[in-house]
């Protein structure tokens, strides 16, 4: 079983940037995509972006011409680039096989100030 593992969250100005990463122990390739997702305090998980195995992308309209969702099959990482944030993208941010099975892990936290 591949795990995944989320980190690059933190607490940052609106119309600020941050680089999320999902690191793969084992080999990412299993996945046919992956996705971020997030969950805000209150709010049920969203889907926010996936990427396909060959690399091809989908974005919520939130996310849409701010984020940017990408891949490194040798590192086994996937990434999420987050521009512009604004105070309503604070959240806990998962990656995850997509679709999601049930299975999350721990997530990282994404805090945006006004």
């Known amino acids: 079983q591949v795990q995944l593992v989320e980190s690059g969250g933190g607490l940052v100005q609106a119309g600020g940037s941050l680089r999320l990463t999902c690191a793969a122990y084992g080999n990412i390739n299993i996945f046919v995509a992956i996705a971020w997702y997030r969950q805000a305090p209150g709010k049920q998980r969203e889907l926010v972006a996936t990427?396909?195995?060959?690399?091809?992308?989908t974005y919520a309209d939130s996310a849409k011409d701010r984020f940017t969702i990408s891949r490194d099959n040798i590192q086994n990482t996937v990434y999420l680039q987050m521009n512009s944030l604004r105070p309503e993208d604070t959240a806990v941010y998962y990656c995850s096989e997509y679709p999601n099975l049930g299975s999350w892990g721990q997530g990282t936290q994404v805090s945006i100030s006004s």
């Open positions: 990427i396909t195995r060959g690399g091809s992308t």
